[in-house]
């Protein structure tokens, strides 16, 4: 199963420190966090943001001192995670603290056979934050420069990883998902190591085919390819912020967990056989670490749920970059420090590493 956070401090010599909540109750008070941001009255006025406010949310996101990407080896210190979903997921709780309502923000998800190099596979999955304007949706994804709109983000997404099998087999195309902002990742907890070990059932899947499937409704708002779902359908085929012991979900909901992420590989065996090779990652308080700092953003008074969990990254570091991150947030402060050097080209998807995944499963 999962690496306990006890046992995560006791590998990084901090076993002295009391009282470490479980893996259990570490996961319940992450949701806590959350939810309490999700749900907060004032974090719900708005119907939408104007472009000054997207674009003082964009530059605290990108130097997030758990979000930054500068600082994700901290989390993720063999490039397998990447954590592009929690960079979602830090912009989804920042433009909740600028009062934007639940239903003017959305997840965009990218899913399928993602390569810059068309030899190597890479990526089958990226996510994005969308926010909703008075005359568009807005990407905010810090592997570019700026806030996008979705329709660009789309364009960019798929010019760089998405059109390496144009002329070879067009059906290849990554599809698109738009969903609930709950909504963290697909659940890629059973993940075949092949196209031929695949059932076609799993959003993750390449041989999974969203067209015709009920609840799966096609848009062209942005794109082509691009499928809206639900909260019911998306909790079926992603893994989404719910809490079985704090509220009673219906049991085909898939609940992300703050504190790892557990995978069963199949792999071939025998004759036409199959077998399961398990893997586990931790998140290195990644997740903590991104809630308690958000819940001691909006509630300064309040006591915070995962005060008493430590950082798990370099703490002085994790101190000095927040302290300048929170004293940089007046408008002033933001509007002279949103220029950003432009790059030729995206930087790295950061989402689970197909190729990773597989250099993991046991021998």
Known sequence: ??????????????????????????????????SAIQNHAAFNQFEVLDRQSIDQV????????????????RYDTNGEIGFCYGRAMTGYLLLKQKGIKETSVRKLFIVGDLRSNPAQPEWRFHVTVL??????????????????TASEWIRRVRATWDSWHRETNPERRARLYLTPPQTVMPDIRTF???????????????????????????????????????????????????????QPVSPQFRT??????????????????VETKH??????????DLLRME???????????????????????FSERRGRILSAESPDRLKSSARVRPHSKPRDLGS?????ILKRVPQ
Request: overall charge negative.
């Open 352 to 356: 689970a590493r197909f190729s990773e």
């Open 131 to 148: 926010v909703k304007t008075s005359t568009d949706w807005y990407a905010l994804d810090p592997i570019f420069d700026k806030p996008l």
């Open 58 to 73: 964009f530059t605290v996101l990108k130097r997030h001192p758990v979000a930054d990407l500068a600082v994700v080896d």
């Open 279 to 288: 893997i586990a990652y931790h998140y290195k308080g990644y997740f903590t």
């Open 1 to 34: 199963m999962f690496v306990t956070l006890s046992a995560l401090l006791v590998s990084s010599g901090l076993a002295a420190q009391p009282a470490t909540p479980s893996t259990q109750e570490l996961q319940s008070r992450s949701y806590s966090a959350y």
């Open 295 to 317: 819940f001691a953003r909006s509630f300064p008074q309040e006591l915070n749920p995962l005060a008493e969990v430590l950082p798990l990254g370099d703490t002085n570091a």
């Open 192 to 246: 075949p190591s092949s196209p031929a070990l695949e059932s076609g059932n799993r959003i993750i899947e390449l041989s999974f085919r969203p067209e015709g499937r009920a609840d799966f409704v096609p848009r062209s708002q942005f794109s082509d390819s691009l499928f809206e779902l639900g909260p019911n359908v998306a909790g079926e085929f992603f893994l989404t912020v719910q809490d079985d012991a704090i």
């Open 256 to 273: 992300f967990d703050f504190v790892g992420l557990s995978l069963d590989v199949l792999v071939p065996a025998g004759t036409g056989g």
